[in-house]
Each structure stands twice: as C-alpha cells, then as structure tokens.
C-alpha cells in the first residue's frame, strides 16, 4: 500500500476514515493505534518521552500535561469524525535507546495513556513495549493490524 501510507511525525496524530496504512518510527517514543472493530477507521497517536541521564526521573508535569492534551484532541477528533464507532479497540507499542531513565520516563507516559484509554472506555488490546533502540511500526485501522519492525 505505498501510495496509501500516511507517515505521522513524533508529537502529531493522524485520523483516517478509509483503508490506508499509518506508519512511525519509534526512537524513545510511543505509538497508540487507535480503531473501532466495526468501522474502517482508526488513529496513530505518535508520542515522544525525552530521558535525561541515567537516573530515574519522573517526568515533568508540563510533558504529561501536553501528552495528555495531544491523546484528549486526537479521541475527540476520531469520534467527531466517525459518531457510529462504538467499539473503540487501542493497540501500543513503544520503543527506545538505551537503559538509565528511558524505561521509568516511557512508563510515566505509558501509565497515563493506559489510564486515559481505560477512563474513555477504549479496550486496550494489545502492548509492546520495549528497550533496545528504534523499530518502525506499520498500522492499519481497518483490519485492528499491527505489525512492528525491528
């Protein structure tokens, strides 16, 4: 499907609402795919975590805030966008460089996606989330598919 792939950068969102493929690269960033189990349309939420150091820190609240924000417009663009989704599915996986912090930041942000997700009723299906440096996923909303890369 290469004339029907959407590339969505760190930090952004892509809605679609017919059968294509979203892609992502995951370099200490999340991917939250997003679909219903009816309907032909989904999301890829790309998001970033930033980890300074080698010492457990949490991240900060103006990060977790904005992250939040970014998963709040993309849920409420997908609903606007396809009213007759009831069934709102996620799969996430996410990836990164290295050890120190990176493993605690990535579950900081992790952990409020997965609360967010089960707040809004959205069933979380499926999880990989791994060290070991960056892996493409590739995303298909119609189909639930999710196939990562190393």
Aim: charged residues 25%; contains cysteine; negative net charge.
């Amino acid at each position: 499907m290469p004339d029907r792939t959407i590339t969505v950068a760190p930090d952004h969102f892509e809605v679609i609402h017919e059968d294509k493929l979203l892609r992502a690269e995951l370099d200490s960033t999340i991917a939250v795919c997003l679909y219903d189990a009816v309907e032909e349309g989904g999301a890829l939420l790309h998001l970033r975590f930033i980890a300074r150091g080698d010492k457990r820190t949490d991240v900060t609240d103006t990060t977790l805030a904005a992250d939040l924000m970014l998963l709040d417009r993309c849920m409420t663009t997908l609903r606007n966008t396809s009213p007759r989704a009831q069934n709102l599915m996620s799969r996430i996986a996410a990836s990164w460089n290295g050890d120190g912090a990176a493993p605690f930041t990535a579950q900081s942000v992790l952990t409020i996606v997965q609360q967010y997700l089960t707040d809004s009723q959205v069933k979380i299906v499926s999880e990989d989330v791994r060290g070991g440096g960056a892996r493409a996923v590739s995303f298909r909303p119609a189909l639930g598919q999710l196939s990562i890369a190393a």
